[in-house]
């Protein structure tokens, strides 16, 4: 990776003078008025996808998969092979991300990287991410609702959780947020900065007391131990299921590369946001995994129980401290929940702009007081809760809304990166870019997306049952067809992919001061 920028808001071309990268005029030079408030530092934009990605959350809610579909060999190895495919997914975006920083982000740049077909190609980029988004978004409340029912029945054993008490908290803290978003915007990048130091001394908290609390601990050579309850009598297909435990923890990283029309030296920090936010997330959530495999106990009991990482808590550090360490990772859960969220709105209100949503105008409108699109975050926080409402009825509906989630951003990842690879030396990199390893890492990239949204789709339990089916083909393939038919029955006709609002000194004077 390489960043040739000579001085502090300059940018270096072979044989040419220093050119000062200035954010608004690389906007404007892409088409766009500048509508948001730049009022994120680098920090900001690196938090905003370290809090998405979130650790604690991630592996607190499927750790427990893992236990039973390889065990602690692939929780461990899986962690290290995944988190490096994650990292060059996360490289090559951000390479793409230097060239075109803006909310539209991956569905922007596909149709701008296509050689033909543009609309086409950002038309489903950009339904892939919203998917993934707002599913994300409904994903991480319920996962929060969850463990805020599990420390409910720790503090007071006769409250019994029920799945409509899930849906209704997860509706919630959903519209909490949602207001979050509306009236403390200020507060929001606040929250954001706190939720880096929250997560890092939660997990040195969490980690010091695994290490220190437990009598004992597992041998060394524990973290080789193979395990496969899947059901399944192949153990390599039990193992390749466990890999899902850290693609599942590594979403949202996208979120800096939309915040970057609200970044400052967007060029430069939104991808250095991508990169550093997965980087830190692979080393900080490699030592989390290690202390709670090396915690284990009666390793049935905790692989059997509702939720395997708490009852490691109870079993090495007794009842009061568990509750304690509990309130950490829902505190996690909530910040990594409205993070998403933002990152949610600035996509609706960027594909919006580009008129590819029903009611464009309602959702690309700002609000004049806070210089955020109002609008959008309730259409995140609406699409977010009808998510949500299948879990009233099925759990296992509410699973393949979250594959759904996973393998809708990760394809939305790859088909830039793939126009990317495949537009070759035509490519006009930013001023961070991957040089020379810029194809092997791009192939890299695309190859394990489309490997691991296939692990996602395929059965994960046996018997394969109605309870244990996975339902997320389904779900894609529901998403996908909707998606074809509206374009083309009417979208084809009037979305041609991101539009210009003029030439930079025209789209200049739209600027919002």
Request: positive net charge; aromatic residues 12%; proline residues 5%.
């Given at each position: 990776?390489?960043?040739?920028?000579?001085?502090?808001?300059?940018?270096?071309?072979?044989?040419?003078?220093?050119?000062?990268?200035?954010?608004?005029?690389?906007?404007?030079a892409?088409?766009?008025?500048?509508?948001?408030?730049?009022?994120?530092?680098?920090?900001?934009?690196?938090a905003?996808?370290?809090?998405?990605?979130?650790?604690l959350?991630?592996?607190?809610?499927s750790?427990?998969?893992?236990?039973?579909?390889?065990?602690?060999?692939?929780?461990?190895?899986?962690?290290i092979?995944?988190?490096?495919?994650?990292?060059?997914?996360?490289?090559?975006m951000?390479?793409?991300?230097?060239?075109?920083?803006t909310?539209?982000?991956?569905?922007?740049?596909?149709?701008?990287?296509?050689?033909?077909?543009?609309?086409?190609?950002?038309?489903?980029?950009g339904?892939?991410?919203?998917?993934?988004?707002?599913?994300?978004?409904?994903?991480t409340?319920?996962a929060?609702?969850?463990?805020?029912?599990?420390?409910?029945?720790?503090?007071?054993?006769?409250?019994?959780?029920?799945?409509?008490?899930?849906v209704?908290?997860?509706?919630?803290?959903?519209?909490v947020?949602?207001?979050?978003?509306?009236y403390?915007v200020?507060?929001?990048?606040?929250?954001?900065?706190?939720?880096?130091w929250?997560?890092?001394?939660?997990?040195?908290?969490?980690?010091?007391?695994?290490?220190a609390?437990?009598?004992?601990?597992?041998?060394?050579?524990?973290?080789?131990?193979?395990?496969?309850?899947?059901?399944?009598?192949?153990?390599l297909?039990g193992?390749?299921?466990?890999?899902?435990?850290?693609?599942?923890t590594?979403?949202?990283?996208?979120?800096?590369?939309?915040?970057?029309?609200?970044?400052?030296?967007?060029?430069?920090?939104?991808?250095?946001?991508?990169?550093?936010?997965?980087?830190?997330?692979?080393?900080?959530?490699?030592i989390?995994i290690?202390?709670?495999?090396?915690?284990?106990?009666?390793?049935?009991?905790?692989?059997?129980s509702?939720?395997?990482?708490?009852?490691?808590?109870?079993?090495?550090?007794?009842?009061?401290?568990?509750?304690a360490?509990?309130?950490?990772?829902?505190?996690?859960?909530?910040?990594?929940?409205?993070?998403?969220?933002?990152?949610?709105?600035?996509?609706?209100?960027?594909?919006?702009?580009?008129?590819?949503?029903?009611?464009?105008?309602?959702?690309?409108?700002?609000?004049?007081?806070?210089?955020?699109p109002?609008?959008?975050?309730?259409?995140?926080?609406?699409?977010?809760?009808?998510?949500?409402?299948?879990?009233?009825w099925?759990?296992?509906?509410?699973?393949?809304?979250?594959?759904?989630?996973?393998?809708?951003?990760?394809l939305?990842?790859?088909?830039?990166?793939?126009?990317?690879?495949?537009?070759?030396?035509?490519?006009?990199?930013?001023?961070?870019?991957?040089?020379?390893?810029?194809?092997?890492?791009?192939?890299?990239?695309?190859?394990?997306?489309?490997?691991?949204?296939?692990?996602?789709?395929?059965?994960?339990?046996?018997?394969?049952?109605?309870?244990?089916?996975n339902?997320?083909?389904?779900?894609?393939?529901?998403?996908?067809?909707?998606?074809?038919?509206?374009?083309?029955?009417?979208?084809?006709?009037?979305?041609?992919?991101?539009?210009?609002?003029?030439?930079?000194?025209?789209?200049?004077?739209m600027?919002?001061?």
């Open positions: 990776m390489s960043e040739r920028t000579s001085v502090p808001r300059t940018r270096r071309h072979a044989g040419r003078e220093p050119v000062v990268i200035d954010d608004d005029a690389t906007l404007h892409m088409g766009y008025p500048r509508k948001l408030t730049r009022r994120f530092q680098a920090f900001d934009n690196f905003i996808s370290f809090t998405i990605i979130n650790i959350s991630g592996i607190f809610s750790f427990g998969f893992g236990m039973n579909a390889g065990g602690p060999r692939i929780l461990v190895f899986g962690w092979g995944v988190s490096v495919m994650v990292l060059f997914i996360g490289a090559a951000a390479e793409v991300a230097s060239a075109y920083p909310s539209g982000a991956l569905y922007f740049s596909a149709g701008k990287l296509a050689k033909r077909h543009h609309g086409a190609w950002s038309w489903y980029t339904w892939l991410n919203f998917v993934g988004q707002v599913g994300g978004t409904a994903a409340g319920y929060a609702a969850t463990f805020i029912q599990a420390f409910l029945a720790l503090q007071w054993p006769s409250y019994e959780p029920t799945v409509h008490q899930t209704l908290i997860t509706a919630l803290i959903i519209a947020q949602g207001l979050a978003n509306t403390t200020r507060l929001v990048a606040v929250l954001n900065r706190i939720s880096v929250w997560l890092l001394i939660g997990l040195v908290v969490i980690v010091g007391a695994l290490v609390g437990p009598h004992e601990h597992r041998p060394a050579s524990f973290a080789t131990h193979f395990v496969n309850n899947t059901g399944f009598s192949n153990g297909y193992g390749m299921l466990g890999l899902l435990v850290t693609s599942w590594f979403t949202g990283f996208d979120g800096s590369f939309h915040m970057s029309e609200e970044t400052v030296r967007a060029t430069v920090n939104a991808p250095r946001g991508i990169t550093r936010s997965i980087g830190y997330s692979a080393v900080t959530g490699l989390l290690l202390a709670l495999v090396y915690s284990i106990g009666d390793y049935g009991k905790v692989a059997g509702s939720a395997p990482p708490v009852q490691i808590l109870i079993d090495g550090l007794g009842m009061g401290t568990a509750k360490l509990l309130l950490i990772v829902i505190g996690a859960m909530l910040f990594c929940g409205l993070a998403n969220l933002t990152s949610n709105t600035r996509q609706i209100f960027a594909f919006s702009r580009d008129g590819a949503m029903p009611g464009s105008r309602w959702w690309h409108s700002v609000s004049p007081r806070t210089r955020t109002v609008k959008a975050v309730w259409l995140a926080v609406a699409c977010s809760l009808v998510l949500v409402l299948p879990g009233w099925s759990h296992t509906a509410f699973t393949a809304i979250v594959s759904v989630n996973v393998v809708g951003l990760f939305a990842y790859a088909v830039p990166i793939f126009l990317r690879l495949r537009l070759g030396a035509e490519f006009r990199p930013g001023p961070w870019h991957l040089g020379r390893w810029s194809k092997p890492i791009g192939a890299l990239a695309v190859v394990w997306i489309l490997l691991s949204s296939v692990l996602f789709m395929l059965p994960q339990a046996s018997p394969i049952t109605v309870d244990s089916f339902y997320a083909p389904i779900a894609l393939a529901a998403v996908l067809v909707v998606a074809t038919v509206w374009w083309f029955a009417t979208a084809r006709r009037r979305f041609r992919g991101p539009v210009s609002y003029g030439r930079p000194d025209e789209v200049a004077a600027d919002l001061v």
